[in-house]
């Protein structure tokens, strides 16, 4: 959910203040996030679901020969959703580094990139987070970039991606996703993690439960933890579910482990979304709203069951402004 109850505001205008201060000492390659890639076992009927929501400008680069050290080929199709860049993968399952993120998670989003100008920009971030103790896990030249992935995901919970020459007409796009929603057990280690490389603290809050939510269809009493890492666009959402009630950041726990549990992106009229999906083949998993409904400042948001896109959801969102 993009915004929150009344009784927060305070102390998200003060989190929001802390981190704008820490993020503005990182390079400034993190400004925005320019895309994610997903890894699947099979691209085709992936690339179709992506298709029907929406994906333009759908490019299949084929099969990349075997690179460094050996490395298996690899199979990109990338695609845009306004500014935001889709790169989709299918990997060989004996690729040491995608066919190992498919075993432990499935279908899912593997690394949330972030655009480098050029190579020496590349070169300066591995000599700063090497100095860091952080390495690079691979580089490979794919889905029309040069993308450098760095060994963050098993504290960071997500591999953190740099791609040089993306399609500079992506830049140049509508902003159709606002955030992307990270499902996590414990915050403390993983804002404690990203502090060390230099990004701000997650800051942390509660969501308190509202009658108006539901789960599919039924009743939902949820009370969760939520915090944020802004980017001009779009932001990251970490949720720290409990086990009970069911719902959906649960149930994504359960089936692909911590990670990118949704895309957020806003709609005009929730009900006509939810139902274009719904002719699709989604269902909504979860829904709800914040605020006083209806009034400026308040809204309304569906997680739909879109398992086809790559083992994730999206969240349709509906803000009063």
Not at 4 to 28: D, F, I
Not at 239 to 259: S, T
């Given at each position: 959910?993009?915004?929150?109850?009344?009784?927060?505001?305070?102390?998200?205008?003060?989190?929001?203040?802390?981190?704008?201060?820490?993020?503005?000492?990182?390079?400034?390659?993190?400004?925005?996030?320019?895309?994610?890639?997903?890894?699947?076992?099979?691209?085709?009927?992936?690339?179709?679901?992506?298709?029907?929501?929406?994906?333009?400008?759908?490019?299949?680069?084929?099969?990349?020969?075997?690179?460094?050290?050996?490395?298996?080929?690899?199979?990109?199709?990338?695609?845009?959703?306004?500014?935001?860049?889709?790169?989709?993968?299918?990997?060989?399952?004996?690729?040491?580094?995608?066919?190992?993120?498919?075993?432990?998670?499935?279908?899912?989003?593997?690394?949330?990139?972030?655009?480098?100008?050029?190579?020496?920009?590349?070169?300066?971030?591995?000599?700063?987070?090497?100095?860091?103790?952080?390495?690079?896990?691979?580089?490979?030249?794919?889905?029309?970039?040069?993308?450098?992935?760095?060994?963050?995901?098993?504290?960071?919970?997500?591999?953190?991606?740099?791609?040089?020459?993306?399609?500079?007409?992506a830049a140049m796009?509508?902003?159709?996703?606002?955030?992307?929603?990270?499902?996590?057990?414990?915050?403390?280690?993983?804002?404690?993690?990203?502090?060390?490389?230099?990004?701000?603290?997650?800051?942390?809050?509660?969501?308190?439960?509202?009658?108006?939510?539901?789960?599919?269809?039924?009743?939902?009493?949820?009370?969760?933890?939520v915090g944020w890492?802004?980017?001009?666009?779009?932001?990251?959402?970490?949720?720290?579910?409990?086990?009970?009630?069911?719902?959906?950041?649960?149930?994504?726990?359960?089936?692909?482990?911590?990670?990118?549990?949704?895309?957020?992106?806003?709609?005009?009229?929730?009900?006509?979304?939810?139902?274009?999906?719904?002719?699709?083949?989604?269902?909504?998993?979860?829904?709800?709203?914040?605020?006083?409904?209806?009034?400026?400042?308040?809204?309304?948001?569906?997680?739909?069951?879109?398992?086809?896109?790559?083992?994730?959801?999206?969240?349709?969102?509906?803000?009063?402004?």
């Open positions: 959910m993009p915004c929150r109850p009344a009784q927060w505001r305070v102390r998200l205008v003060l989190l929001a203040a802390s981190a704008a201060l820490a993020h503005a000492q990182l390079p400034a390659i993190y400004g925005e996030i320019a895309g994610a890639v997903w890894v699947v076992r099979e691209l085709p009927p992936v690339v179709e679901a992506w298709r029907g929501i929406g994906l333009i400008d759908v490019h299949d680069y084929g099969h990349s020969g075997p690179g460094a050290a050996g490395q298996p080929a690899t199979h990109c199709v990338t695609g845009r959703l306004g500014r935001f860049t889709v790169n989709l993968v299918q990997a060989d399952p004996a690729d040491s580094v995608f066919g190992d993120f498919l075993k432990r998670h499935g279908n899912g989003v593997f690394a949330i990139l972030h655009a480098a100008p050029d190579r020496a920009a590349v070169e300066s971030e591995i000599a700063r987070l090497g100095a860091l103790g952080v390495g690079v896990l691979r580089k490979l030249n794919a889905c029309g970039s040069q993308l450098t992935f760095f060994d963050t995901e098993p504290q960071g919970k997500y591999v953190l991606g740099l791609v040089l020459n993306p399609q500079a007409e796009g509508p902003v159709l996703v606002t955030h992307l929603g990270l499902v996590i057990r414990q915050a403390a280690p993983v804002s404690a993690y990203w502090q060390r490389l230099g990004f701000p603290a997650m800051g942390l809050a509660d969501a308190g439960p509202r009658e108006d939510s539901r789960y599919h269809g039924r009743p939902l009493w949820l009370s969760f933890g890492h802004r980017y001009s666009q779009p932001t990251l959402e970490w949720i720290v579910p409990p086990r009970d009630p069911p719902n959906c950041y649960a149930d994504f726990l359960k089936a692909h482990g911590e990670g990118v549990q949704h895309l957020g992106m806003p709609v005009d009229d929730l009900e006509t979304a939810i139902a274009r999906y719904a002719k699709l083949g989604y269902a909504p998993a979860q829904s709800g709203a914040w605020g006083n409904v209806g009034k400026p400042g308040s809204g309304r948001y569906a997680y739909m069951d879109t398992e086809a896109l790559g083992g994730f959801n999206v969240e349709l969102i509906h803000a009063v402004r």
